[in-house]
């Protein structure tokens, strides 16, 4: 009987965590966002207590199925998902008042269930695909020559136009090598590079402490962002090493150190924001900046943007997919994120992109939208379980970190293909186990799989 208090403990502890991090949400969208970024949407209009409480279940009750072990690779994804998503969608477009409250409160429920629908894939069994029997040394012989070839052209095409440049000058940057570039298709070298090559050559050189397989894949990421300057490439230099440094500090579970350092990260720089009377200085303004606005919340501002967007306006009923629009008008000028950005900011170029729920939810469909994509995102998330099963799922996880940071940013479609999660699970699929080691049962994989059987049993992992 000791396991299963085990698994129970660490589930208080995780639904806990989760409620003070709600807490904190709550405060630093009413004293950080409201003041300091109202004008850029984050308005607050104190709801009555009813959506209040709503908002608050509805981020609650999913911490009782969340994941507390790392059994699978999607995992790390649904974590990004639930945290970067779920839980701003529940609050920033309550308090953003941009809809009124009943409407919102649909929203919301509509979100939980999407939610809720893809966590449903983990009820699966895996697919038990048949492995290819092919050798390490002709895995990395046909990797290592399409990653050169893919480097080799991006080198002919755009040397003349590598440069390492400011976020603020990324703009300029992508429309230099739009321009030269046009007519050499280049730009599926640089996807496959971004989504795919790099970020596999990082997770594997970290997990396996392979340094020079590690500063190939940043170099890697260093010669797309010259080339293209894309921000996820260069942010991938720090997530990566970062899910890394979580995977193997600490003896606590996953779920659990994912909650708490999440926690630790928005309580820290809340009270470091109290602790200078509101007043933070450049550098201090920055950081709050990067955290506090452009990543936790963001995600549930532009979940609001999308779901009033398309309450106005045409849906594209996928339209914005390439190979759909062949057959289905797409009925705007510009691609939609830039429509919304100018529509919620007048003036400004900006660009609204956001997660695959608004996306290839709201956007090509409203609300029954939502729910579809959802169902296709669970089917996404086991097929890449399923062709990374022969492997340590921290490997694949590390693998897929990329990927996981372009489910709560783009479209599910352009994750697939332009983002490299198809090319990332082909890899995982004909990636050789390591004998001995991510094939083998060591005594950590042991470990973790003995508590995802426990917690399966008593229907709290």
């Known amino acids: 009987m000791t396991k299963p208090r085990s698994t129970g403990s660490q589930r208080l502890l995780l639904v806990g965590g989760m409620a003070a991090y709600v807490a904190c949400f709550q405060w630093m969208y009413i004293h950080y966002l409201d003041p300091t970024w109202a004008y850029f949407g984050f308005d607050y209009f104190q709801p009555s207590t009813k959506y209040e409480v709503l908002a608050w279940v509805l981020s609650l009750v999913p911490s009782l199925w969340m994941p507390i072990h790392l059994t699978r690779p999607s995992h790390l994804a649904y974590w990004v998902l639930y945290i970067t998503v779920i839980i701003p969608s529940m609050f920033v477009p309550l308090f953003a008042g941009i809809n009124p409250p009943t409407e919102v409160s649909v929203l919301m429920i509509v979100f939980f269930t999407a939610f809720a629908l893809v966590g449903l894939s983990y009820l699966f069994p895996l697919l038990p695909l048949r492995p290819v029997r092919i050798s390490q040394k002709i895995f990395w012989a046909i990797f290592g020559c399409m990653g050169t070839g893919l480097v080799i052209w991006v080198l002919v095409v755009l040397h003349k136009h590598l440069h390492i440049v400011s976020f603020a000058d990324i703009y300029d940057q992508r429309n230099t090598a739009k321009d030269v570039s046009e007519g ?10 971004t989504g795919a090559v790099n970020p596999f050559l990082m997770g594997f050189g970290l997990y396996y402490r392979r340094s020079w397989l ?3 894949g940043i170099l890697g990421q260093l010669l797309v962002y010259s080339a293209l300057g894309t921000k996820g490439s260069i942010l991938s230099i720090l997530f990566i090493p970062g899910v890394y440094a ?9 779920g659990l150190k994912v909650t708490f350092g999440f926690l630790a990260v928005l309580a820290g720089l809340c009270l470091s924001f109290v602790y200078v009377g509101y007043d933070p200085s450049p550098i201090h303004f920055a950081v709050l900046f990067v955290i506090l606005m452009r990543t936790l919340p ?12 398309f309450q106005q306006n045409p849906f594209t009923y996928y339209s ?3 190979g759909v629009n ?14 919304i950005g100018s529509f919620y900011q007048n003036g400004s170029d900006l660009d609204a992109t956001a997660h695959f729920w608004a996306t290839d939810g709201l956007e090509a469909m409203g609300l029954s939208g939502v729910l579809l994509i959802s169902v296709f995102c669970g089917l996404v998330f086991w097929v890449l379980d399923s062709a990374a099963r022969r492997h340590d799922p921290r490997l694949s996880a590390l693998i897929a970190t990329y990927a996981a940071y372009n489910f709560a940013n783009i479209s599910i479609f352009t994750t697939l293909f332009s983002g490299g999660l198809s090319l990332l699970i082909l890899f995982l699929y004909l990636l050789p186990p390591r004998p001995g080691m991510d094939s083998a049962p060591t005594r950590s994989k042991r470990r973790v799989l003995a508590a995802a059987r426990t917690a399966a049993s008593y229907g709290t992992g």
Request: proline fraction near 4%; charged fraction near 5%.
């Open 326 to 339: 062949w057959f289905v008008h797409y009925p705007y000028a510009n691609f939609i994120g830039l429509e």
């Open 320 to 322: 914005h997919v390439t």
């Open 184 to 193: 050499t298709a280049v730009s599926y070298a640089l996807m496959g590079l």
């Open 214 to 216: 590690l500063l190939t």
């Open 298 to 309: 963001m995600g549930g501002l532009v979940t609001a943007w999308y779901y009033n967007f």
């Open 246 to 254: 979580v995977l193997r500090v600490g003896r606590s579970p996953f």
